[in-house]
């Protein structure tokens, strides 16, 4: 398995040469021999046994060091100019008020936006009680503003209508509007909603055997679907209405050579579908 998954990579790291060159932000799936082989056993398999099947693909994989993290986000979390891409402070198309670099403004101590930046679990770690494997993987891992992070804490992602709080990219706090949950939530901000849908699938897939135990009001409580209606539905919305970026195919590449494993919501957005959603009940079949 191990020469198997080192083979993988040379011809995937190869691919991705070609992959970083397409402008395009279409999220078109990369349908080669290669992707056929990595996700065949998916083939032919719907719903509840498809996510099984994917399980089998993309989990146990090679976890860093919760240390090792800083130097990981180098390659998974790294603008074009070389700056820190950090979902709560970027404003895509609008002004940037402030920015990280690398091997500076770690978090420590921060008492607003733009003092420093650190390691956000987007699966808030108290769902899982800070277990291993999830507490190091980098599918779930991005570097954040400290402020916004410590703000978010462990709230559900949602969508707010009148808000208690708003970051100076936008993302919000306040009562969710999404469903018959009402609690308070943390909404980020449209262009990034669909990376934090589809980091949620992968997480409630990869970590299959593990995520009936957590404990939170959007995911956990049973195998399947694994994430609560009111937030499955939203997560669906969310991953339709933004697709798949350059950003999230790129550092899916990246965590790939780090982990050996990928978010197969990344590499075929129609998975979601024959997973969870209007296609739940037709099985997938490799482009």
């Known amino acids: 398995m191990r020469l198997f998954r080192f083979l993988l990579y040379l011809s995937l790291f190869a691919l991705c040469l070609a992959c970083k060159q397409k402008p395009s932000d279409s999220g078109t799936n990369l349908s080669t021999n290669t992707y056929r082989e990595y996700y065949s056993t998916a083939t032919g398999k719907k719903g509840a046994e498809l996510k099984t099947a994917l399980f089998g693909i993309i989990g146990n994989p090679d976890i860093v060091s919760y240390a090792e993290i800083w130097s990981a986000f180098e390659k998974t979390d790294v603008k074009a100019d070389g700056s820190v891409w950090d979902m709560y402070s970027d404003n895509p198309g609008g002004e940037i ?3 990280f670099s690398f091997h500076h403004k770690k978090c420590g ?3 607003s936006e733009g003092d420093c930046y650190n390691r956000e679990h987007t699966i808030p770690q108290s769902w899982f009680k800070g277990a291993s494997p999830m507490y190091s993987d980098l599918f779930h891992i991005y570097p954040t503003d400290g402020y916004v992070n410590n703000r ?3 709230l559900p992602l949602g969508e707010v209508g009148i808000f208690s709080w708003k970051s100076a990219n936008g993302s919000r706090i306040g009562q969710n509007t999404s469903g018959n ?15 934090f849908a589809r980091t949620y699938f992968y997480m409630v897939t990869a970590y299959e055997s593990n995520v009936a135990s957590w404990e939170s009001p959007q995911v956990g409580g049973n195998t399947y679907p694994a994430i609560k209606n009111w937030a499955l539905e939203m997560f669906l919305r969310w991953h339709r209405e933004d697709p798949v970026s350059t950003k999230e195919r790129d550092r899916n590449q990246a965590v790939f050579g780090i982990q050996k494993n990928r978010n197969p919501f990344i590499d075929h957005p129609e998975l979601a579908e024959h997973v969870w959603g209007n296609k ?3 099985p997938f079949n490799l482009k």
Do not use: H, M
């Open 181 to 195: 949950f009402t609690q308070t939530v943390f909404e980020p901000i449209d262009e990034y909603k669909g990376d």
């Open 109 to 111: 101590t921060y008492r």
């Open 97 to 99: 008020i402030y920015s």
């Open 280 to 282: 739940k009940n037709q």
């Open 152 to 154: 978010r804490g462990n």
